[in-house]
């Protein structure tokens, strides 16, 4: 039983290493990247639907993301869909595709962007020592119904708290490489 509560407590953290790292992927660096449309939704038909399941996108070049709708009608809902988004991206509409070109970042956009992703970094970090509360309070819990032995309660916690700082490191050197590819001009 405690050897799948430590299971369980290294999979939540893998999880909240995921989580963490589909937020990066959404943080536009400079170089295009479709993830960075992942969140979009667009009106189509009265209904909000995810951008990703109305058109196709792919990466021309570096600096160019192009939107291929599979229904030619939703161009405008998507060009404004991209608008009203906080990517600070604008959108060109030829009627059959839509270019949107990725400006150079500005150097205030840059930190802008590094602050962001440091609070993603401390959101993740929060989450793994919340997992590592509920583990070691599942632990106390098994350790006062007596089925585990006080000297296993503290080796448990030993265990996790590996885990935990393995797992903030981890986040560390995610953030680090992501600030990184952001100020990489």
């Not at 909240?16 to 170089?31: C, D, P, Q, V």
């Amino acid at each position: 039983m405690t050897e799948k509560g430590l299971k369980d407590a290294r999979e939540r953290m893998d999880k909240a290493l995921g989580a963490l790292s589909h937020e990066f992927g959404a943080i536009r660096t400079g170089r295009a990247s479709s993830s960075i449309l992942e969140k979009i939704t667009v009106e189509y038909y009265g209904v909000p639907t995810p951008l990703l399941q109305i058109a196709s996108i792919s990466v021309p070049e570096p600096q160019m993301l192009l939107i291929t709708p599979y229904d030619k009608t939703a161009i405008g809902g998507i060009e404004k869909a991209i608008l009203a988004s906080d990517l600070g991206l604008n959108p060109a509409n030829d009627g059959q595709v839509i270019r949107v070109p990725f400006p150079p970042l500005t150097e205030e956009r840059r930190k802008e962007l590094v602050k962001l992703c440091k609070h993603y970094a401390e959101e993740a970090r929060v989450a793994v020592r919340n997992i590592r509360r509920d583990i070691n309070d599942f632990f106390k819990h098994q350790e006062r119904d007596s089925e585990i032995s006080q000297d296993e309660l503290h080796r448990l916690e030993a265990e996790v708290q590996k885990l935990t700082d393995a797992h903030i490191a981890e986040i560390d050197e995610m953030l680090k490489r992501k600030e990184q590819e952001i100020m990489e001009v």
